[in-house]
């Protein structure tokens, strides 16, 4: 029997080196990557996917030229947007007491419980760190266990991403960068999925 993701972990990278290559400052990558988010959450909605997580930006993010801090949050809240118009559960997971937290997500955080409704659901990980989420009670512990994690731009590893949820997760990494998402990455992402095998420690 094939194996279906009722979860899956979308690692959004490579905005930044693809605004370099195109001649466009760092920050300007961010928005490109908005309509990539949204065309995958329909790939997925079409495939019956029950719950998505995007990693947004990270408390060390924050760490960056200003410039970019203030790009990757505005593009955090555009995405926010853009997800409710999809009529899904949106919940928002991070650190709000931090000044790096939006404020127009602050009424989306909180919210990690499963939908009722039968709803797709849809994870936001904005200012999230996986020590201030331990140190919070494990905040997030609301979100069920992912079974697969997409990377994109490359690199191969989790940079801290839902480190509980993800414990037994398969890791797929697409060398493509973020914004030059197409449907075929996601569906062959799936496909090595459908053909991993499942041991669970055994």
Same mark, same amino acid.
């Given at each position: %029997?094939?194996?279906?993701?009722?979860?899956? #972990?979308?690692?959004?990278? #490579? +905005?930044?080196?693809?605004?370099?290559?195109?001649? *466009?400052?760092?920050?300007? #990558?961010?928005?490109?990557?908005?309509?990539?988010? !949204?065309?995958? *959450?329909?790939a997925a909605k079409r495939r019956g996917i029950r719950e !998505? @997580?995007?990693?947004?930006? @990270?408390?060390?993010? =924050?760490?960056?030229?200003?410039?970019q801090v203030a790009a990757f949050s505005h593009a955090c809240?555009?995405? /926010?947007?853009?997800?409710?118009?999809? #009529?899904?559960? &949106?919940c928002v997971i991070g650190n709000t007491q931090s000044p =790096?937290?939006?404020? /127009?997500? !602050?009424?989306?955080?909180?919210?990690?419980?499963? @939908?009722?409704?039968?709803?797709?659901?849809? +994870? *936001?990980?904005? +200012?999230?760190?996986?020590?201030?989420?331990?140190?919070?009670?494990? /905040?997030?512990?609301?979100? *069920?266990?992912?079974? &697969?994690?997409?990377?994109?731009?490359? %690199? =191969?590893?989790?940079?801290?991403?839902?480190?509980?949820?993800?414990?037994?997760?398969?890791? =797929?990494?697409?060398?493509? !960068?973020?914004?030059?998402?197409?449907?075929?990455?996601?569906?062959?992402?799936?496909?090595?999925?459908?053909?991993?095998?499942?041991?669970?420690?055994?």
């Amino acid at each position: %029997m094939a194996r279906i993701s009722r979860h899956i #972990g979308i690692i959004p990278d #490579g +905005n930044r080196r693809w605004a370099k290559g195109k001649g *466009l400052n760092k920050e300007e #990558g961010y928005r490109f990557g908005l309509s990539a988010g !949204l065309n995958l *959450l329909r790939a997925a909605k079409r495939r019956g996917i029950r719950e !998505l @997580t995007y990693y947004g930006f @990270t408390v060390d993010n =924050c760490k960056r030229p200003k410039e970019q801090v203030a790009a990757f949050s505005h593009a955090c809240v555009q995405a /926010a947007e853009l997800i409710l118009a999809e #009529g899904v559960a &949106l919940c928002v997971i991070g650190n709000t007491q931090s000044p =790096c937290f939006p404020s /127009a997500l !602050l009424s989306y955080a909180d919210r990690a419980k499963p @939908t009722e409704d039968g709803a797709m659901r849809v +994870n *936001l990980l904005v +200012n999230y760190g996986w020590e201030w989420d331990m140190q919070n009670a494990f /905040a997030s512990r609301g979100v *069920l266990r992912i079974d &697969l994690v997409i990377r994109w731009g490359g %690199m =191969c590893r989790l940079s801290g991403f839902l480190p509980i949820q993800t414990v037994y997760a398969d890791i =797929c990494v697409s060398d493509e !960068l973020w914004p030059d998402y197409e449907e075929e990455q996601f569906e062959k992402a799936l496909s090595w999925y459908r053909r991993q095998d499942v041991t669970l420690g055994g």
